[in-house]
């Protein structure tokens, strides 16, 4: 049952910024290499967003532009194929402002699909959205929602400008009957050149009166294995991460970690994230990556969660991992359906 696969402003600021995306992809190829780093194993859609901010990706941290495929970007989808992440900061002599978090979703390289993520959810549950929109010269985009095979719901993302200008827009949405599971995304419009961006998307989920939700259960416990990782050949000195981001519905139970391969001499820290605080706590630190070691789950308090963990390495070899695993083990708080997926990750150029 459970298997694993791997898993677009304005004239000048457009040559610009295809410039930067040429010089890096073609001159600096090692900037954007993927490390085989993604993986997926057979698990239910979140019942929240993941990755909401766009933070998460599979490659290099120091880049200013990322064109990537989805499936390196993790719970994100796109029917034309590839995303276009941009870094925060001053590029072609214009500020494209602060956000939340480094990275940013450019839907000009989107513009030909739409721009996706499935969560599970109840019908007649309301779900409350937010986002934060950038049209770089009064382009918009459309926020959508509704079932994945059906008609969405609309809501034009529509600013005057100039660039580096973000505006929060919000919205609710009320599952109908039989939709146990919704789509959410964007789409840019045919207005102008499609150059407009979007990133911070949340999504909170109010019960109906009428619906019952019945109590969590924990009905098992499952091992995802995250065997898919090593430190690229020419990556050789890199600082290395290694994060898993856990939907809600599995509690973090253990987590096995091996003797890694070229682990001499080499620690790591590991740190977590939770669905009360969503600032990084040290669980372990200097921990030897020679050496098999289990990391036991925080102690926390009420209804709290650890929704991401993270090994922070320090430099690494070329090669590193090549052949290891990590086996992270859960408790199911619910029936699990027979489809999607749980991804974990890899990536490098980040300070331990």
Not at 114 to 121: A, G
Not at 143 to 158: I, M, N, Q
């Amino acid at each position: 049952m459970w298997q694993l696969f791997r898993i677009s402003g304005i004239g000048f600021v457009k040559m610009i910024t295809m410039i930067s995306f040429i010089l890096t992809t073609i001159i600096y190829p090692s900037a954007l290499k993927q490390g085989d780093a993604l993986a997926s194993q057979v698990m239910p859609y979140p019942s929240e967003i993941m990755n909401g901010s766009f933070e998460l990706f599979n490659g290099s941290k120091d880049s200013q532009t990322v064109w990537i495929s989805p499936s390196e970007v993790p719970y994100w989808n796109d029917e034309a194929g590839s995303l276009w992440l941009l870094k925060d900061g001053i590029r072609g002599g214009y500020d494209y402002g602060d956000t939340s978090g480094d990275y940013f979703l450019d839907l000009q390289v989107a513009s030909e699909g739409m721009t996706y993520q499935d969560i599970m959810t109840t019908p007649g549950t309301t779900l409350k959205w937010s986002v934060d929109f950038m049209g770089m010269a009064g382009e918009s985009a459309d926020f959508l929602v509704g079932p994945p095979d059906g008609v969405y719901h609309a809501t034009r993302l529509s600013t005057a400008g100039p660039i580096g200008y973000w505006q929060t827009f919000s919205g609710a949405y009320t599952v109908p009957d039989g939709q146990s599971t919704t789509r959410v995304g964007f789409r840019a419009t045919d207005e102008l050149d499609n150059t407009c961006a979007v990133d911070n998307l949340q999504i909170s989920v109010e019960p109906s009166e009428i619906v019952s939700v019945p109590e969590p259960e924990v009905v098992d416990t499952v091992d995802f294995v995250y065997d898919d990782f090593s430190n690229p050949d020419d990556n050789d000195g890199q600082k290395f991460a290694i994060q898993d981001v856990i939907p809600q519905g599995l509690t973090l139970d253990q987590i096995a970690v091996p003797a890694f391969m070229g682990g001499a001499g080499i620690t790591y820290d590991v740190q977590y994230q939770t669905n009360q605080n969503s600032q990084w706590r040290t669980l372990y630190d200097e921990v030897s990556a020679d050496e098999p070691f289990t990391i036991n789950a925080p102690e926390l308090s009420e209804n709290e969660r650890v929704t991401s963990t993270i090994l922070l390495f320090n430099q690494v070899p070329a090669g590193f991992g090549l052949g290891d695993q990590i086996i992270y083990t859960f408790s199911v708080e619910y029936p699990l359906p027979s489809y999607d997926q749980h991804q974990a990750f890899c990536f490098y150029g980040v300070n331990k």
